[in-house]
């Protein structure tokens, strides 16, 4: 294979929850700018609107589509709408989570609808996006599918480490269910980011992040644009070998031995 190939997704088509904003839109771009069309599902419309419009007005294929990750019926008419505009489904990037508004409990004490709101974003949601677009994967002979996890599923994370978790070990059986039928599905879980979102939940300035930084070995944070290559490479040809597997992107702040 010609080098050039092997990131090369010309004539492939990826949606991305979430992808409105934050990681979502940085990870929309670059699937655009390595050849593939893109559906910006998000369950704020206007705002997938204004993304898709922002890479259409750059010469890409972009499609704004209302998701909402935790209703199965929404995921369903997700999925038909990209098919009926680019003919099937590729890549598929759980990206949609609940991060920045998440309960002020602990989990001894957590209240059960707050447990199941976090839960079913970040949990069902991949869940029901990955079994809407499986049977278009299949009938193009194969997919990807890229689940957002985060470094705090390796730690005591909270609500958000635990859904995070969860969705590692939804990675891994989903692989070994689907890798047969040429899906493959994979998972990045991002360290410290530095963007607007993360800031909400860590502010730039709080100590706790400095604390944080200081027991990571290698880079201490980056930005969503750091995320892209690995991102790329789940998706790509290069990275056709790989599946099952939740790689950590944090300057080796989880090291799984």
């Known amino acids: 294979m010609d080098l050039k190939q092997l990131f090369d997704l010309t004539g492939k088509v990826a949606v991305v929850t979430g992808g409105a904003g934050g990681i979502g839109e940085v990870y929309a771009e670059a699937l655009c700018g390595v050849g593939a069309a893109v559906v910006i599902a998000d369950i704020n419309l206007d705002a997938a609107r204004l993304t898709a419009k922002a890479l259409t007005d750059k010469g ?13 019926e929404s995921a369903a008419e997700m999925a038909s709408a990209t098919v009926a505009a680019f003919g099937g489904i590729d890549i598929l990037i759980n990206n949609a989570a609940v991060m920045t508004d998440l309960p002020p409990y602990g989990l001894s004490n957590m209240p059960v609808p707050d447990w199941d709101r976090v839960l079913n974003v970040n949990l069902r949601g991949p869940l029901l996006c990955t079994q809407a677009v499986v049977e278009s994967m299949s009938s193009r002979g194969g997919g990807r599918v890229v689940n957002g996890l985060s470094a705090g599923a390796f730690m005591a994370g909270g609500i958000y480490g635990v859904s995070k978790y969860a969705l590692h070990g939804l990675t891994c059986n989903l692989a070994s269910e689907l890798g047969s039928r ?5 998972g990045i879980a991002p360290g410290l980011v ?4 993360a800031y909400v939940s860590l ?3 709080s100590p706790i992040r400095e604390i944080l930084g200081a ?9 969503p644009a750091d995320l892209v290559g690995t991102m ?8 056709e070998w790989i599946n099952g597997q939740t790689i950590s992107v944090d300057g080796g702040w989880i090291m799984r031995f």
């Open 194 to 197: 530095d963007n607007d979102s």
């Open 215 to 223: 027991q990571i070995p290698g880079k201490t944070s980056g930005p």
């Open 203 to 205: 502010p730039k300035d």
């Open 60 to 72: 890409f294929q972009a499609l704004a589509v209302r998701l909402d990750v935790t209703s199965a």
């Open 232 to 239: 790329l490479l789940l998706c790509s040809p290069a990275g």
């Open 182 to 186: 040429g899906i493959n599905v994979n």
